[in-house]
């Protein structure tokens, strides 16, 4: 099928028509469609939206579908495939979108079919004087007149066109987006000035240019902090506050599409910005970052050891509740001296974990910090580690985890099915770790990081590991809804790094929520440890 798009436009438009040209040029070049912008006038005395007409009757036998765009309109990139518009109206010989009112056809956006009736219609509209001088609607120029054929059902028109709802095939202000339920096809500046034209497809081909750029672009996480095993307190303070300086909204706006709508934009916010928006310390309270070892029972074979660390957030909304996630790591501790655990247990509250003495630089990274400390606990001697989030608390004894640990070389759940990969993770981001994997994260089983080990003596935990490394120094993998999470779907979902993925049916017990079991019910079930609300903790 041969079709191509059509645009106008005259030097008095030029600024914004240059811009817009090149943007639907690379929606065409998407899609594998023909493109062409005219700047040849046919008309002596007629407005310049006339040109539409002659150029499409000009080159109406050369493709099977004409798509007609204006120089104030912009294809969206992300959004749909104007070729399924087409396959799915066959039959027809005209498209039209109708205006924001429903009242009438808007003609930012139209698709001919190379038809006889078409031809015949077309060179009506376009050179028809009677109606041209009737025009009722001589203000909005050639549509005008059509609408007046569309009314007066000249040529049978009634019976030889479809329209699409406002919202469909183009739309006219930023804030509608949100109330659609998928992106419309086009953004159409009908009636703004040149300024607001120049200014809104300006933003959009510079974010374009930006998301084909984005993974060459630095770490957006990255702080500016020299590599050294041990960090002074003015130190902290100086990370703090270039923590506090990072923004990342732009890129979510850029990133967030109907795809990701299942989640609300601010809840991405929420997640991606963890990183960034975390206490390393918090001087008006004396708070300091701590590391420490806390030996359970006997200690056991000196191994095995489970970690988890927070930051010093301490926003309690009822002073009588112990709500923040740095109070809840502390009760990790008791939970496991209660079911008769013999091990150890690394807890980091504050700070940040810096093994190698060259993480700092990424702690703004959303949650890439959980296999930062379970190196932190290899540096100790341990090589069988289990990260726990700081919500769970300990069920029963999880002493045999570090036993199937030596066996398998992880532990951690898989989610096998319905996994809404699009919505959790922005297109860039997926089409990134693909890149990155060279396979396809939707073929990929989900891994739950809530609880998780890794046996750190195996060679192709460490391979994992080194991988894992390259994800956080880029940043930008960890831009979706559940950061660690996808980063570990994708790398698992290599080859390589498929036989950890151990089928043993210890992995769906590692932990439960709350809203699901109930701790009596969950120990009973043989779960080992009881995952709590994270809306209880800051």
């Given at each position: 099928?041969?079709?191509?798009v059509?645009?106008f436009?005259?030097?008095?438009?030029?600024?914004?028509?240059?811009?817009?040209?090149e943007?639907?040029?690379?929606?065409?070049?998407?899609?594998?469609?023909?493109?062409?912008?005219?700047?040849?006038?046919s008309?002596?005395?007629?407005?310049?939206?006339?040109?539409?007409?002659?150029?499409?009757?000009?080159?109406i036998?050369?493709?099977?579908?004409?798509?007609?765009i204006?120089?104030?309109?912009?294809?969206?990139?992300?959004?749909?495939?104007i070729?399924?518009?087409?396959?799915?109206?066959?039959?027809?010989?005209?498209?039209?979108?109708?205006?924001?009112?429903?009242?009438?056809?808007?003609?930012?956006?139209?698709?001919v079919?190379?038809?006889?009736?078409?031809?015949?219609?077309?060179?009506?509209?376009?050179?028809?004087?009677?109606?041209?001088?009737?025009?009722?609607?001589?203000?909005?120029?050639?549509?005008?007149?059509l609408i007046?054929?569309?009314?007066?059902?000249?040529?049978?028109?009634?019976?030889?066109?479809?329209?699409?709802?406002?919202?469909?095939?183009?739309?006219?202000?930023?804030?509608?987006?949100?109330?659609?339920?998928?992106?419309?096809?086009?953004?159409?500046?009908?009636?703004?000035?040149?300024?607001?034209?120049?200014?809104?497809?300006t933003?959009?081909?510079?974010?374009?240019?930006?998301?084909?750029?984005?993974?060459?672009?630095?770490?957006?996480?990255?702080?500016?902090?020299?590599?050294?095993?041990?960090?002074?307190?003015?130190?902290?303070?100086?990370?703090?506050?270039?923590?506090?300086?990072?923004?990342?909204?732009?890129?979510?706006?850029?990133f967030?599409?109907?795809?990701?709508?299942?989640?609300?934009?601010?809840?991405?916010?929420?997640?991606?910005?963890?990183?960034?928006?975390?206490?390393?310390?918090?001087?008006?309270?004396?708070?300091?970052?701590?590391?420490?070892?806390?030996?359970?029972?006997?200690?056991?074979?000196?191994?095995?050891?489970?970690?988890?660390?927070?930051?010093?957030?301490?926003?309690?909304?009822?002073?009588?509740?112990?709500?923040?996630?740095?109070?809840?790591?502390?009760?990790?501790?008791?939970?496991?001296?209660?079911?008769?655990?013999?091990?150890?247990?690394?807890?980091m509250?504050g700070?940040?974990p810096?093994?190698?003495g060259?993480?700092m630089?990424?702690?703004?990274?959303?949650?890439?910090?959980?296999?930062?400390?379970?190196?932190?606990?290899?540096?100790?001697?341990?090589?069988?580690?289990?990260?726990?989030?700081?919500?769970?608390?300990?069920?029963?004894?999880?002493?045999?985890?570090?036993?199937?640990?030596?066996?398998?070389?992880?532990?951690?759940?898989?989610?096998?099915?319905?996994?809404?990969?699009?919505?959790?993770?922005?297109?860039?981001?997926?089409?990134?770790?693909?890149?990155?994997?060279?396979?396809?994260?939707?073929?990929?089983?989900y891994?739950?990081?809530?609880?998780?080990?890794?046996?750190?003596?195996?060679?192709?935990?460490?391979?994992?590991?080194?991988?894992?490394?390259?994800?956080?120094?880029?940043?930008?993998?960890?831009?979706?809804?559940?950061?660690?999470?996808?980063?570990?779907?994708?790398?698992?979902?290599?080859?390589?790094?498929?036989?950890?993925?151990?089928?043993?049916?210890?992995?769906?017990?590692?932990q439960?929520?709350?809203?699901?079991?109930?701790?009596?019910v969950?120990?009973?079930?043989?779960?080992?440890?009881?995952?709590?609300?994270y809306?209880?903790?800051?």
């Open positions: 099928m041969r079709v191509c059509f645009m436009y005259d030097d008095k438009i030029k600024e914004y028509g240059d811009i817009n040209c943007i639907n040029k690379l929606y065409c070049q998407k899609y594998n469609i023909d493109f062409m912008c005219s700047h040849e006038k008309y002596n005395d007629r407005h310049s939206a006339w040109e539409r007409l002659p150029l499409l009757i000009k080159h036998h050369n493709y099977d579908y004409l798509i007609w204006d120089s104030d309109a912009f294809f969206y990139i992300d959004g749909m495939n070729l399924d518009i087409i396959n799915n109206n066959n039959n027809t010989n005209f498209i039209f979108s109708n205006d924001i009112t429903g009242l009438n056809v808007n003609t930012g956006i139209f698709i079919k190379n038809s006889k009736y078409s031809i015949d219609f077309l060179n009506r509209w376009a050179y028809d004087e009677e109606l041209y001088k009737n025009n009722r609607y001589p203000g909005w120029w050639d549509q005008g007149v007046d054929m569309i009314n007066e059902n000249i040529l049978d028109i009634k019976n030889n066109y479809i329209t699409y709802n406002y919202g469909i095939l183009q739309h006219f202000y930023e804030e509608e987006l949100l109330t659609f339920n998928n992106k419309p096809l086009v953004r159409h500046l009908a009636g703004r000035t040149t300024q607001y034209r120049l200014y809104i497809s933003n959009y081909y510079r974010m374009i240019q930006t998301l084909n750029e984005f993974e060459t672009k630095p770490n957006p996480f990255l702080i500016d902090i020299p590599d050294k095993e041990e960090y002074t307190i003015e130190d902290y303070i100086n990370i703090q506050k270039q923590l506090s300086s990072k923004n990342i909204d732009n890129w979510l706006q850029i967030y599409t109907d795809k990701n709508k299942f989640y609300d934009l601010p809840d991405f916010k929420r997640r991606i910005s963890r990183g960034i928006q975390q206490k390393l310390l918090d001087i008006n309270n004396n708070l300091f970052p701590t590391k420490k070892l806390y030996k359970i029972g006997n200690g056991g074979n000196k191994r095995n050891c489970i970690v988890c660390c927070t930051s010093l957030s301490h926003i309690i909304e009822n002073e009588n509740e112990n709500n923040t996630r740095f109070i809840a790591s502390q009760q990790i501790v008791k939970s496991l001296e209660q079911v008769g655990f013999n091990g150890h247990v690394l807890i509250n700070g940040f810096n093994p190698t060259t993480e630089k990424y702690v703004g990274v959303p949650y890439c910090f959980k296999i930062f400390m379970m190196l932190e606990a290899e540096k100790m001697g341990f090589d069988k580690v289990i990260w726990i989030d700081s919500g769970c608390y300990a069920l029963n004894n999880p002493e045999i985890l570090f036993d199937i640990l030596g066996k398998d070389n992880t532990i951690m759940r898989k989610v096998f099915s319905n996994n809404n990969y699009d919505a959790m993770s922005f297109q860039s981001t997926i089409k990134l770790l693909n890149k990155i994997t060279n396979c396809d994260i939707h073929n990929a089983y891994i739950e990081t809530i609880v998780f080990g890794l046996n750190l003596e195996s060679e192709i935990v460490k391979e994992f590991i080194k991988e894992y490394y390259e994800m956080v120094k880029m940043g930008w993998p960890f831009f979706s809804i559940f950061p660690e999470e996808i980063v570990f779907t994708a790398l698992f979902n290599k080859p390589e790094y498929k036989p950890l993925l151990v089928n043993n049916p210890v992995n769906n017990k590692l439960v929520h709350e809203k699901n079991i109930t701790e009596p969950a120990k009973e079930y043989g779960f080992y440890f009881h995952h709590k609300d809306l209880k903790y800051v």
